[in-house]
């Protein structure tokens, strides 16, 4: 069955990084466009960044356009989101997903706090 397993979340002070971690099983990887979303408290999940399969093309929220980056490695079923000038409204827990034969499917959440 398909599952995806984010890692990386955690606390860090307003201008810092993270690099969040997204390992997949139970499908073909590299044939699927990836995605990370997030959600803040009180707040609708959304879209955080997308990549093609191939990871050739990628698009970001504006909200964290030139900060975040969507990379992904096909030998190894990963995506990963790194956050650089982490800022406190980025505080949300972040969600790796996937729409494979039409079905979405997400993982678990990681936490990410920005606070000094």
């Known amino acids: 069955q398909v599952q995806l397993v984010e890692s990386g979340g955690g606390l860090v002070q307003p201008g810092g990084s993270l690099r969040l971690s997204c390992a997949a099983s139970?499908?073909?990887?590299?044939?699927?466009?990836m995605n990370w979303y997030r959600q803040a408290p009180g707040k609708e999940r959304e879209m955080v960044a997308t990549?093609?399969?191939?990871?050739?093309?990628?698009n970001y929220a504006d909200s964290v356009k030139g900060r975040f980056t969507i990379s992904r490695d096909n030998s190894k079923s990963t995506v990963y989101l790194q956050m650089n000038s982490l800022k406190p409204e980025d505080t949300a827990v972040y969600y790796c997903?996937?729409?494979?034969?039409?079905?979405?499917?997400w993982g678990q959440g990681t936490q990410v706090t920005v606070s000094s």
């Open positions: 997903n996937a729409r494979v034969n039409y079905i979405p499917y």
């Open positions: 990549i093609t399969p191939t990871g050739g093309i990628t």
């Open positions: 139970g499908f073909t990887f590299s044939r699927y466009a």
